[in-house]
């Protein structure tokens, strides 16, 4: 099996193992290309007569299997891609994360913490939401889990299931309605569109609703699209949510450090009037503090809310890594201001740079974002409107890899992480700007 392939076998069982295990025994041959596979049936098998679980029914293959896959095709040929698709920041964890890091290997730090997280570090992050965020919560009603995605996958699955509605605002994060799905719970699909910045309208919103909505995932910055919700609009909402109590709010709070715009700053949806009690913040160490591997995130929630969570997790993974939340919490209590402030300012440069060479393609529309690293220019007026299509021959002409929108729920997008160097970034233009003006 190619490299390429194999890389290809294991995006897929990630996304959908139902479909893993029907290319394992046939991967060579031509017709089993990632094409091909993506219209399996999700019933196949792992072997004769071991079914499934008809859960996965419901769960869809990205479509960004196919590009990723060609990516890896290319790379084995000595082809240098050019990429950026990447949801990470470019820069190391700051030098305090690293040295408390080896300061607990060091100091024997490699045994289980409590299911909820260190001590220390559930009150480092209670601190720093009251401090920065004007959120009061108790430190036990801080859950630290392994990434801001466990901890959003944990407060769906505590809450939501078969029979019942979740709303999810597109473009999304293509892990929400997944999870939803695999609760067994129903995905609804509450569109904004980029003449509006991508920003929820309230009273659309309450079109959505119905008495089986259980829950809304609201990501605050926005990936893909970096939109950042006002504290007026957040109000606006909470309005339509006061009128339905039996819906709680999931608030994916993970770039909130990444914002550009200082007459938009960020604000949690827990500290709008009313919506405490029915919130679940969820945040990390990933974007920030660029710990994207050491797999650090938490949950902040009222008890209520916070308890079903800590049982889910407790039954799962039990606790989070030892040597993260000791890099956790130095990044809170001993990584600076000045040095935060820092990195935004180098990010919201490469955000101008990207959107000043856009702005030289005739005829491209997109929303300026105020947060995140990402934009999704719409690029509908090419290809026929076909996003993949797009990806594909831009990644084959000119090596230069970048997502489809519609895997967030954006057809005709595409999203462009800036988070990588300046020089990457105008590599990466050069070869945008040729192609769209060769292919209008």
């Known amino acids: 099996m190619t490299a390429a392939l194999l890389c ?11 479909h893993a295990f029907t290319i394992s025994s046939a991967a060579h041959s031509p017709q089993h290309r990632p094409q091909h596979i993506a219209r399996t049936k999700l019933h196949a098998t792992m072997g004769q007569g071991i079914a499934v679980n008809p859960l996965l029914a419901d769960v869809k293959l990205s479509k960004t299997i196919e590009v990723f896959a060609t990516v890896k095709e290319m790379e084995a040929e000595g082809i240098d891609v050019t990429s950026l698709c990447v949801g990470e920041p470019d820069f190391p964890p700051p030098r305090a994360v690293l040295d408390a890091t080896i300061q607990a ?11 909820t997280g260190t001590a220390q570090l559930r009150a480092a992050i209670a601190e720093d939401l009251r401090g920065r965020k004007g959120l009061d919560y108790k430190d036990t009603e801080i859950l630290v889990s392994n990434g801001a995605k466990q901890s959003v996958y944990q407060g769906v699955l505590a809450f939501c299931g078969p029979g019942d509605e979740v709303l999810i605002p597109a473009p999304f994060w293509p892990s929400y309605p997944e999870m939803v799905a695999l609760t067994g719970a129903k995905p609804v699909i509450v569109p904004t569109t980029i003449e509006d910045g991508f920003l929820v309208d309230p009273a659309k919103l309450e079109g959505y609703i119905n008495d089986n909505t259980k829950l809304m995932i609201f990501c605050n910055p926005s990936n893909p699209t970096g939109a950042v919700h006002s504290k007026s609009l957040q109000e606006g909402i909470a309005e339509v949510m006061k009128r ?9 709070e993970i770039y909130e450090r990444l914002v ?11 500290s709008i009037e009313g919506m405490y009690d029915r919130t679940m913040t969820v945040n990390g160490f990933s974007k920030a503090y660029a710990m994207t591997g050491m797999r650090l995130g938490y949950m902040a929630a009222p008890a209520k809310l916070l308890k079903p969570c800590v049982t889910i997790q407790s039954q799962l993974t039990s606790c989070a890594g030892s040597l993260s939340q000791a890099g956790g919490l130095a990044a809170l209590t001993k990584v600076t201001e000045t040095e935060m402030e820092s990195n935004v300012k180098i990010m919201k440069e490469k955000r101008d740079y990207v959107v000043k060479r856009l702005s030289n393609i005739s005829g491209l529309k997109y929303f300026v974002p105020d947060g995140a690293f990402y934009i999704l220019p719409d690029v509908s007026a090419w290809f026929g409107g076909d996003d993949t299509e797009f990806c594909l021959a831009l990644l084959k002409e000119k090596a230069l890899a970048l997502v489809p929108g519609s895997s967030f729920g954006a057809d005709g997008t595409v999203r462009l992480s800036y988070a990588t160097s300046i020089e990457e970034l105008t590599v990466a233009m050069d070869k945008l700007e040729a192609f769209m003006e060769e292919k209008r």
Request: proline residues 7%; negative net charge; glycine residues 4%.
């Open 244 to 252: 339905h109590p039996q819906i709680a709010i999931l608030s994916d």
């Open 105 to 115: 290997v060091e100091g024997g730090e490699t045994r289980y913490t409590a299911v």
């Open 260 to 270: 550009y715009n200082d007459e938009n700053p960020h604000v949690s949806f827990a």
């Open 8 to 18: 290809w076998a294991f995006v897929a069982f990630a996304s959908n193992p139902a």
